[in-house]
């Protein structure tokens, strides 16, 4: 089945620690976001890649990084820099930049004590 | 930042009912225009899009309507079922990025 995963579903960590969310695709997609959703708001975009080896900041880049090495991958890591860390997180991925649909993971539940 | 408005934020209607939600944006050039669903603890998933070369697009209960003019466009959802509640977010491609509405929680009360 092609399609977008994450993992795990639900990360818990202690402040000062950094963390770092899974995301792989297989759908041949070049374009790979990730988002962050907090409750009552929209999807706010955090980083995208749409090539391998490149990558470019989104609205709420602050505290975060990413890599991406392979084009299937694109893992986000949380550092001990974002200030509020907890969060609902989604990546999603597109055959490329907008005005593309955006295919997303079932996303991974933050909670940083 | 968020250019694009989407109302209401919650809505409540009768199994049977129709839904209406509507968004708006900001940039002219934009065109594309997807409708995503989302349900509790899950990633959204796309319903239905519209491009800018069109004004209406239906898929069986669910049809969007575009207005370039007006720059705003809707979502309709007629005969609600229990299973149509979740959170619904519309979306424009704005400046080269797709923005997403805030989301309207969306409850089908049989």
């Known amino acids: 089945d092609g399609g977008i995963t994450q993992s795990p579903k639900y990360l818990f960590r202690k402040e000062g620690q950094n963390v770092t969310l899974s995301c792989e695709q297989n759908?041949?997609?070049?374009?790979m976001y990730w988002y962050r959703q907090d409750p009552g708001q929209g999807l706010r975009l955090i980083y995208y890649s749409q090539i391998v080896n490149d990558f470019q900041k989104g609205d709420i880049a602050e505290g975060y990084s990413v890599s991406r090495e392979k084009k299937e991958s694109f893992p986000l890591t949380v550092t001990s820099a974002q200030k509020n860390p907890t969060a609902f997180y989604l990546c999603a991925s597109s055959w490329s930049r907008a005005p593309y649909e955006q295919y997303f993971g079932p996303g991974t539940r933050l909670t940083v004590t | 930042g968020e250019n694009v408005e989407q109302h209401p934020s919650t809505l409540s209607v009768q199994e049977g009912d129709s839904a209406v939600i509507k968004c708006t944006y900001s940039d002219s050039a934009s065109n594309y225009f997807p409708w995503y669903k989302q349900e509790l603890g899950k990633g959204p998933q796309l319903i239905i899009d519209i491009r800018s070369n069109v004004g209406e697009k239906k898929d069986q209960r669910i049809a969007v309507t575009l207005n370039k003019t007006a720059k705003h466009f809707s979502l309709h959802i007629t005969e609600t079922q229990p299973e149509d509640s979740a959170v619904y977010f519309c979306a424009a491609n704005e400046y080269n990025d797709m923005r997403f509405g805030a989301g309207t929680r969306l409850t089908v009360k049989p």
């Open positions: 759908l041949n997609h070049d374009a």
